[in-house]
Nanobody, 124 residues
Framework: LRLVESGGGLVQPGGSLNLSCAAS????????MGWFRQAPGKEREDITC????????YYADGVKGRFTVSRDNAKNMLYLQMNSLKPEDTATYYC??????????????????WGEGTLVTVSS
């Protein structure tokens, strides 16, 4: 499974961005997927996880109410809509997948396929 993120860029505080993750090499309907981010000098942190059929989502406290994850298995795509962006959201954002119908517990939701990341910079 290969994952490629896109949609990052520079946005002003309070603005919005929609990240996309395109998958190839397999259909996504057997993978739980998630978004993660890593700021310079910090560890990679969880943002959200979505079950394989999209029926359940989980969010980190810092993004609840601002970020929304969605997926389109027919198009092999994962999305992250980010609203009300803050400077502290600046990071490289990664999508990831694990062959599981449900999001797993544990570090990084057990993800074992990762994209290369897309940079999001929130600054005026």
């Amino acid at each position: 499974l290969r994952l490629v993120e896109s949609g990052g860029g520079l946005v002003q505080p309070g603005g919005s961005l929609n990240l996309s993750c395109a998958a190839s090499g397999s259909t996504l309907d057997i993978y739980a997927m998630g978004w993660f981010r890593q700021a310079p000098g910090k560890e990679r942190e969880d943002i959200t996880c979505i079950n394989a059929n999209g029926d359940m989502t989980y969010y980190a406290d810092g993004v609840k109410g601002r970020f929304t994850v969605s997926r389109d298995n027919a198009k092999n795509m994962l999305y992250l809509q980010m609203n009300s962006l803050k400077p502290e959201d600046t990071a490289t954002y990664y999508c990831a997948a694990v062959p599981s119908t449900r999001c797993r517990t544990g570090p990084k939701y057990g993800m074992n396929f990762w994209g290369e990341g897309t940079l999001v910079t929130v600054s005026s």
